[in-house]
């Protein structure tokens, strides 16, 4: 039996629910010599300012139980290089590419995407209203109900490409982002972005990362990531690409199930590049063993009927 | 092409309490590894600690018909994933992934190559050492460790014959104090005509001690830097040096793609020692 995991988030179709997590897979070329980029979903690239940024100072990193701090502050080329220089490859490639971006204001995320939209090559641009590890802008806007609808809005009225805000874990009902985000225009969500923490060295008692705090990500977070996204799937009715810690074909399933149209793969691929194929493998296995055409008929499965207790005597 | 292997440890033989050598089978990683590369590795240890390690391939190994069979590496624990690799036997395995990024540049005849290690800082040295030797380039190691128990494969490159300068902090060997003692010396022994090359590993104050005095007269330093990666692909951006460039702009570069060789002169010392 074949199974059709092909999946659709607003317009875009990608052909599997797997997808490069920003920050997390460079520019996607770097990849290429690992992985074949047409083989994956998407690519949601590193966020992307309107001009270069240089990042944070190192220590960028520093695993925690199960995952790992980053606070890299966004380096990065700007959209203009992005476009002369990384699109062209990806494009090349056949790789479903989102671009991930960021604005110090709204004013940015807009010209931006004014940018990305006179480009060729772009399926979709993720909005990062969720970056715990710069000052301004990032998280700013997704901590807000208000900040979230203005940029998403602003967005919306510059380009036709769909818009899919990332949002933040740290805030108190991210269900209520969804629905801001949704009215605001968006044609998808993606979740969770890191949870802002911290880690100290207590024989310097210095923080172990120069930015003091960063975000944490890996399977630590995925019990936290797997709510989120059901509560988003119950809130509002737009695709949901969920990640979180996902190692294995299971946590990827579970994402689906809650409600997740598709997941972005982060951490995980810094463990290991070729984890792709395992996952596909995986997400094929489980459909055949449970007798199911596609993934898409999977999506927010979830079996909440009360059971009643029974047994039986013996 | 870049491999992923899961490999079989074939030895693991004990230098010291601290110092171990673990060779693995990875005869794909192995026939292409170009000194001065390294490989992303992890024990079969779950998710904690979760990220590989980066380690210099220590040797290129030969089985008994003479085919490259695999790696070493040359381990010193300090955390736990190194603490695992102290203690693995013949028989367990080890995820490798490699062979990663830019390899030193290779000496020319015309040249001597002076190779100056400071404690696991040697582990790059010993494939260079063999591809000088096969060049037939008159080279010279310096090395440097606490004490004589902490100097190791010295026979090894001596019968690469390299000279060797060996330097320990409490005097138990060599010259008493610091390699860049020896070096500095060599350095004003050396004829003004000779061409030299030199590269170095090891503690970041002493790669950068070793790149002011090389520069003091008028030598290039190719320095290996060993960063916290988180992948080793240029996919996260965490092991960034900060590198000045023509015309003096400096930005922060990717160990993994750029490195871990760099000139240790375009290296910002300031923005990389904590």
Known sequence: ?314 | MLTDVDAVVLSNSILSPAYNVLSLAAPQIASRALPGQFVMVKPDCGNDPLLRRPFSIFEVLRDDNHQISGISLLNKQVGVTTSTLFGLTAGDNVRCLGPLGRPFSMAKRSEKAWMVAGGVGLAPFYTLAVALQSQQIDSTLFYGGQSSRDLFYVEAFRQLRVNLELTTDDGSLGHHGQVTGPLERSLHELKPTTSLRIYACGPTPMMRAVTKLASAHGHDVEVSLEQIMGCGLGGCYSCVVPIRHEGGSVNFVRSCLDGPIFNGRDVVWDGLEQ
């Open chain 1, 1 to 314: 039996m074949s199974v059709d995991l092909s999946v659709n988030i607003g317009s875009l179709k990608l052909a599997n629910p797997l997808i490069a997590a920003s920050g997390c897979f460079g520019y996607g070329v770097e990849y290429a010599e690992a992985v074949d980029l047409s083989t994956l979903g998407a690519i949601a690239v590193k966020g992307l300012f309107l001009e270069e940024r240089a990042g944070h100072p190192p220590a960028r990193i520093v695993e925690t139980p199960g995952g790992m701090l980053n606070a890299i502050g966004l380096q990065g080329i700007g959209v203009r290089r992005f476009v002369a220089e990384k699109l062209p490859p990806l494009r090349e490639q056949a790789a479903v590419v989102i671009v991930n971006i960021c604005g110090s204001t709204i004013e940015e995320y807009a010209e931006i995407a004014r940018i990305l939209d006179d480009s060729d090559g772009i399926g979709a641009i993720e909005l990062n209203i969720s970056c715990p590890n710069i000052k301004k802008g990032g998280m700013l806007f997704g901590c807000s109900l208000k900040g979230t609808h203005e940029v998403v809005s602003a967005v919306r009225n510059v380009t036709r490409l769909p818009i899919i805000p990332k949002l933040t874990p740290n805030v108190n009902d991210v269900a209520s982002f969804a629905v801001a985000a949704s009215e605001a225009g968006a044609d998808a969500i993606s979740l969770v972005n890191t949870f802002l923490a911290m880690a100290v060295d207590v024989e310097t008692r210095r923080p172990k990362l120069s930015n003091v705090v960063g975000g944490l990500s890996g399977p630590a977070i995925r019990p936290i990531a797997v709510r989120m996204v059901h509560e988003c799937y119950q809130a509002v009715n737009l695709p949901i690409i969920g990640m979180g810690g996902i190692m294995t074909p299971d946590d990827a399933l579970e994402f689906v199930i809650v409600g997740a149209s598709a997941v972005q793969i982060g951490t995980a691929n810094f463990v290991d590049p070729f984890i792709w194929n395992k996952l596909l493998q995986g997400l094929t296995e489980y459909l055949e063993r449970h007798q199911l055409e596609a993934v898409s008929g999977l999506v927010g499965s979830l079996d909440l009927t009360v059971r009643e207790t029974t047994w039986t005597n013996s």
